[in-house]
Each structure stands twice: as structure tokens, then as C-alpha cells.
């Protein structure tokens, strides 16, 4: 009996790590889109100091091409919209992630606690 509760908590255990893992990929990816939210944001303050007299070029490929400044704030105003909405889809997935990880804690423990028990008994036996 002890066996089958182990090989249980063995299984349980490789389905939390996944989990933690995949949690730490999702953090990640989640940091890498702070990072650009905080660029593109700066981007935006410098290109609110410009008036229509400035040049403002943007880079494509190894070339700077020239860029009207209004379509240059349509740009980044889209590009903000969109890794906003990254990132609320990331807090979410998070969330929902925490939640299996607390529900696989808790299956753990109680496993633990039966595999502890299924010991006890063996060693009273023996």
C-alpha cells in the first residue's frame, strides 16, 4: 500500500514541478513585457516634447526612414495598448496558475501525510 501512495506522490510531485516551472516562464515572459512597457513609455514622454517642426525617422532594417510624428504617437499609443493587454493576459494566466499550485500543495501534503501513515502502519507490523 505504501507503494502505490508513494508512486501517487511521486506523480504529484513531477505535475508540481511542471507547474512551478511553467509558472517561472510565464514570470519571466511577464518582466521581459514590464521592461518594454517602461521603454515604450519613455518613447512616448520624448515623442510628447517634440513639436512638427522635429524629424522623427524610424529604424527598418539597417535603414532610418523618415516618420511623420503623429503616426510615430499612433505607433507607440498601439504598441502600449497592446503589451498592456499582454500583460493583463499574462496576470491572469498567473493567477489561475497559483491557484493549481496551491491545489497540488495541498494534495501533496495530504499524500505525504497518508504515505507517513501507510509507513507507521508497515513498521507496526513488522
Known amino acids: ?58 529604424l527598418i532594417g539597417p535603414v532610418l526612414v523618415k516618420q511623420d510624428l503623429d503616426e510615430a504617437k499612433a505607433t507607440v499609443s498601439k504598441r502600449l495598448d497592446y503589451i498592456n493587454g499582454e500583460i493583463q493576459c499574462y496576470e491572469t494566466l498567473l493567477k489561475e496558475m497559483e491557484r493549481k499550485s496551491e491545489q497540488h500543495r495541498e494534495v501533496l501534503s495530504s499524500l505525504q501525510q497518508e504515505y507517513q501513515r501507510a509507513q507507521g502502519q508497515a513498521v507496526g507490523k513488522a
Not at 510531485?13 to 507547474?19: C, D, H, R, T, V
Not at 516551472?21 to 517634440?50: C, F, H, P, W, Y
Open 1 to 58: 500500500m505504501a507503494e502505490a501512495i508513494q508512486k501517487k506522490l511521486q506523480s504529484e510531485l513531477e505535475k508540481y514541478q511542471q507547474l512551478q516551472k511553467d509558472v517561472n516562464k510565464s514570470m519571466s515572459a511577464r518582466q521581459k513585457l514590464e521592461a518594454q512597457l517602461t521603454e515604450n513609455n519613455i518613447v512616448k514622454e520624448e515623442l510628447g516634447l517634440l513639436d512638427s517642426q522635429n524629424t522623427v525617422y524610424k
